[in-house]
């Protein structure tokens, strides 16, 4: 750092007046902590807070909070940055610190609720915890008992936890593991997988010299907070990066290269880098790590499959190795930068700057790829494999400054006893359509439930907002009125959601900071676990407070349950599925009750005290010793620091060597990769077996939204829906009120050429029609966007039915006509003041919150990944005069229509499988339930 180093000056300035720099409080002040009282200036008033570590929960990172708790009132006054947590190391994202007004949001759910009017109608009213339980636990017993178990469903938006549900949901017995994957990342999933068998990236960004981001991630997209620091890190050090991307995000902004491509394109351009490596190679260049590519892929059976498809070409090389060179070479000799160029509308220049800073980085080139491309287009998850390649190539898998396999970065601690696995297989989930989905079909839920004329008998939703997050919402609607469909839908939330409006019980779940969790995520080259707990339990235990609200199965908690401490009657999920398993299985005889009873005080419910107390002694490698160096047992350490650093093996594991298992390479048994041939699946057995022709190597295919397919001319134009606002979240930012002010509303991102072939004025109104209705938002003329392209953030846009239910100050408040299959959804009114008891929601200013564009999605299926192609042709024109902001109309008639469509252009399973057996799951069954006939 140089002495005029702007940080220099600041830290002595600092050292001088004799401050101390620190990024929190260090752990051994967090019992007792004083700030002055900004409220009280210019009168020095100290507060006194003992901090409390917690887990965000408002993106999947898993940054480390802690809570300010006064020590005084016992109230909550902040959350910041846990500074001892190796993820997130301090730091946080404007959503972070936002989780303070999810706490005291004057909306939010207190108590539980009952549906009293017909579905849908907004009518509910308070039901006891012990009512609710004994109605959907004798629900579930029923079920069980008449071997309906494919009735029980669970669907899960954001986790936020790693295994207690899928304990839950396998003492049960059940297949009923739902997800919101295939809306999300199940493309990129299924192409990673395939080449590694880990199914997501983990960038050492650290220590990389290259970065190619695929997405939006430096500021909007995956890991925001724990990824964007090292990447800023990494800059700060001299790395370049590259963001690929036809719109001008935060990342692209800061990035060395902005590269906008038109969308699902980029394979095209991928692959004419690996050409060109390849090339730079054969000259004699930097391009490649030959040895790399001999030892660690599967060469010799991608060399026969380059032999199948190109059975004129004669090498003229004698050894193998060389000719399979001379044959990828051949393979891809088509990827020219010109037809990258050409394909992309890009600059063909590119090409050659792309690989110019991968040859120089060498082995630390990292990237990442996760929504946008991949989600967005037909074929996405070959973008995937696309992105692999240039790793494989260049040897940067790994190693340090390279991609490592998440497996390698994750670290899920479980308790001593498990659930075996289940026996069952829901077609609903998996249906034989999509055998290599990487995730539960769970977006075709509507359309399996009605083709394959099933019912759910218990549907929960949990952190889940189906009929406003996923695609064709209207589809949804129609599922759940019908209660020939769903018997029973349960909505686990703690604010009203669009989905909520037509549960029959609305129950409150904690934030956040009021349950348990133990997080992990793969956030650079190391591994840690965090510990989320519930925070004013803990103060309260910290406090010798004792609480009131003894666990219904009968167990002795000196606390409580969380209900004891939380707010109201909102309780924690983890207490609430042991509470409801005990009402499943009262005397233990269907096999479930033996999960959730206490050891320690058999009979009773087993405490959420014991079942941590277990984890941390039992399934976390160093965290007995590390707690005992402290003087403390490991479930106390854990509650003290909130997060422990697991002993990390270090990078390029594969090369370990193995008595057994693993594979051979030059002589020596190694630990290898976790895929059927041990190695990097270059030639991939399982997709010539499960997919269409062409899709075994790494290539590109024509997305659904290719521009040959945009009449342009005629006013059709590519809507690109896949990015987020860096300071939201799906469903749950609606009730935090300063991130609501930030941003609120999604207009329609258009390239002033554009905006004067379609006579569209900055701030006017458009329409934007899909092939299943239309939406209508207001137009953003900037340059930020690839001609050709519309954009539309698909994080805001909340609407509610009925007044009271829904976030005030980030829905409208909508009218809903329906006349058969059609959906008309006009706005009465936006957000704006109102009476609470948080003065700030008085203050109000603005109105319009965004369109839900969503609904007017079709489903639209990748045959292979099942993945959501989000990304739609639309027609893009001014507003009808009858039109007003923020109209939907939907036909669900034409999203059955559209969904045969997708649905024709599958390879369903025919064999005796339904799904390749070494592709992962959640929520594995026995291997006997992979077979048709069994
Ligand atoms: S990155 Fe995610 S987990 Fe971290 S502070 Fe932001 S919202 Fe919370």
Redesign the pocket.
């Known amino acids: 750092m140089s002495p005029k180093d702007p940080k220099t000056l600041k830290t002595d300035l600092a050292r001088t007046a004799g401050w101390e720099l620190a990024v929190g409080p260090p752990p051994e002040r967090w019992n007792d902590w004083t700030e002055l009282d900004a409220k009280a200036w210019p009168e020095r008033k100290q507060k006194h807070y003992r901090c409390i570590p917690t ?9 480390g ?1 802690l809570a300010f708790v006064e020590k005084d009132t016992g109230v909550i006054d902040k959350f910041e ?1 846990n500074p001892v947590h190796p993820g ?1 190391r301090g ?6 610190p936002a ?1 303070i007004n999810q706490i005291e949001d004057p909306q939010r759910i207190m108590t539980p609720l009952k549906r009293v009017g017909p579905r849908g109608s907004g009518q509910f009213e308070p039901v006891s915890w012990e009512d609710a339980l004994a109605d959907i636990g004798g629900r579930i017993a029923k079920a069980l008992d008449e071997d309906r178990h494919e009735e029980i469903m669970y669907h899960v938006g954001r986790p936020g936890e790693d295994h207690y549900a899928n304990r839950v949901l396998g003492a049960w017995g059940i297949d009923g593991h739902n997800s919101h994957t295939n809306v999300c990342s199940g493309a990129a999933r299924l192409g990673y997988y395939t080449w590694c068998g880990a199914d997501r990236p983990s960038p050492d960004y650290a220590n990389a010299k290259f970065i190619l981001l695929l997405s939006a991630h430096l500021e909007t997209g995956h ?4 990824h ?1 620091q090292r990447i800023v890190d990494a800059m700060n050090g001299g790395a370049r990066v590259a963001v690929v991307d036809p719109r001008l995000s935060n990342s692209a902004s800061r990035a060395t290269h902005w590269v906008p491509t038109w969308p699902g394109t980029e394979a095209a351009m991928l692959l004419a880098v690996a050409r060109e490596l390849l090339e730079r190679d054969q000259r004699g260049e930097a391009g490649i790590d030959r040895e790399f590519l001999r030892r660690w892929t599967n060469w010799e059976a991608t060399l026969a499959e380059l032999e199948r498809q190109h059975p004129d070409f004669h090498s003229e090389e004698a050894e193998p190795f060389e000719q399979f060179l001379d044959l990828l070479l051949e393979h891809y000799r088509e990827f020219t930068a010109e037809r990258a160029a050409a394909e992309c509308r890009m600059d063909a220049g590119i090409v050659d700057t792309l690989a110019d800073e991968i040859a120089r980085a060498g082995h630390a080139f990292t990237s990442h790829l996760w929504r946008n491309a991949a989600a967005g287009n037909l074929g996405g998850w070959q973008i995937a494999r696309s992105l692999v390649l240039l790793h494989v190539l260049t040897g940067s898998i790994g190693r340090e400054g390279g991609l490592n396999p998440n497996s390698w970065d994750k670290f899920t601690p479980k308790p001593s006893d498990n659930p075996g696995p289940h026996d069952r297989w829901s077609t609903l989930l998996w249906p034989k359509e999509w055998p290599l989905a990487h995730y539960e079909m769970s977006f075709l839920l509507p359309h399996l439930v009605r083709e394959q004329e099933k019912k759910i008998a218990v549907y929960f939703t949990r952190v889940y907002n189906p009929v406003w997050t996923n695609p064709d919402g209207c589809s949804w609607i129609e599922m759940l009125e019908d209660e020939d469909k769903i018997g029973c839908h349960v909505a686990l939330t703690p604010t009203w959601n669009e989905t909520a409006q037509w549960a029959d019980y609305v129950l409150p779940m904690g934030h956040g900071p009021e349950r348990h969790d133990v997080m992990s995520q793969e956030t650079h080259a190391g591994k840690w676990i965090g510990f989320r707990q519930p925070v004013l339990r803990r103060f309260a235990e910290l406090e010798g407070q004792s609480g009131d609200v003894q666990p219904l199965g009968g167990g002795a908690l000196d606390q409580g349950d969380s209900r004891a401490a939380n707010p109201g009657e909102v309780w924690e999920e983890a207490e609430f599925w042991a509470e409801l398993t005990w009402r499943i299985d009262p005397d233990g005889k269907r096999g479930a009750r033996q999960f959730f009873e206490s050891k320690e005080q058999p009979g009773t419910v087993r405490s959420q005290d014991e079942y941590w107390k277990d984890v941390f002694e039992n399934g976390v490698p160093g965290l007995p010793d590390a707690a005992a160096e402290a003087g403390l047992e490991p479930l106390e350490f854990m509650r003290q620091r909130g997060a422990f650093a697991v002993p990390y093996e270090g990078q390029e594991r594969y090369e370990k060597e193995v008595d057994s298992g693993g594979v051979e390479v030059d002589g020596v048994r190694r630990a290898g990769f976790p895929t059927p041939s041990g190695k990097l699946e270059f030639f991939s057995p399982t997709l010539d077996e499960w997919s269409a022709e062409g899709n075994s190597l790494p290539a590109y295919q024509k997305s659904h939204v290719h521009w040959e397919h945009i009449d342009e001319p005629a006013g059709e134009r590519l809507l690109l829906p896949t990015f987020r606002l860096p300071t939201l ?1 799906h469903t749950r930012s609606a009730n935090a009120k300063w991130l609501q002010e930030i941003s609120h509303t999604n207009p329609l991102w258009v390239h002033p050429e554009d905006a004067g072939l379609l006579r569209l004025e900055n701030g006017g109104l458009v329409r934007v029609a899909t092939a299943i209705g239309h939406f209508v938002v207001r137009a953003w003329v900037t340059e930020g966007i690839h001609p050709g392209i519309v954009a539309c953030s698909h994080h805001v846009g909340r609407w509610r039915l009925h007044q009271p239910l829904g976030a005030i100050q980030a829905s409208s408040n909508v009218e809903l006509h329906r006349d058969g299959s059609t959906f008309m959804l006009r706005q009465k009114g936006g957000a704006g003041p109102y009476e609470s008891r948080d003065p700030d929601s008085e203050r109000i200013w603005w109105k319009e919150v965004g369109v839900n564009q969503n609904l007017t999605f079709p489903v639209q299926p990748d045959p292979a990944s099942g993945m959501h192609c989000w990304h739609q042709k639309v027609r893009v024109t001014p507003a009808d005069p009858n039109d007003r902001y923020g109209d939907i109309f939907v036909d669900t008639a034409k999203s059955r229509v559209e969904y045969d469509k997708w649905k024709a252009r599958t390879t369903p399973a025919s064999g005796k499988l339904r799904r390749p057996l070494w592709f992962k799951r959640p929520l594995k069954p026995v291997e006997a339930a992979y077979y048709f006939d069994r």
């Open positions: 887990i965000c929960f408002n993106c999947e990172s898993g940054c909070l940055g997130s730091r946080t994202c404007a959503k972070g989780t890991y925001f907070n724990p964007a979240i």
